[in-house]
């Protein structure tokens, strides 16, 4: 993981995947801000367009990972998307310890539509 900052917010992006890992309420917070999705420089999609090869074996792309803070376990969550509607829902991980969590790369652009 590398410390990536947008304004005041500093994430942890996957120098492999380029999936991000958000601390607690940092999702929300970038979220906020105009241009916050650009963090999300890479596209999961891109790298495996549809039809090619399944991205995991359980729908979303969920592969039930330890928290990179805390170890402990993270579960799954759903969100709608506002960008590739298509894809269905967004399922990334959070961790009910810390509260923090982690989006596969390109989701996190889908979920805020940018």
């Known amino acids: ?5 947008f ?19 940092e999702c929300d917070q970038l979220m906020a801000l105009p241009g916050g999705s650009t963090l999300d420089t890479d596209c999961i999609w891109d790298r495996n367009p549809e039809g090619e090869s399944p ?3 359980t729908p979303g792309g969920y592969k039930g990972v330890n928290c990179p803070r805390c170890q402990t376990k993270m579960n799954p969550a759903w ?18 310890q810390c509260q923090g969590s982690y989006f596969d790369a390109g989701e996190f652009s889908d979920l805020a539509g940018a």
């Open 7 to 25: 304004g005041e917010i500093t994430v942890d992006r996957c120098t492999g995947c380029q999936g991000i890992w958000f601390d607690a309420m």
């Open 55 to 57: 991205l995991a074996d």
């Open 79 to 96: 969100l709608r998307r506002k960008k590739n509607t298509h894809r269905g829902a967004i399922v990334f991980e959070k961790c009910g």
């Open 1 to 5: 993981m590398e410390p990536v900052v």
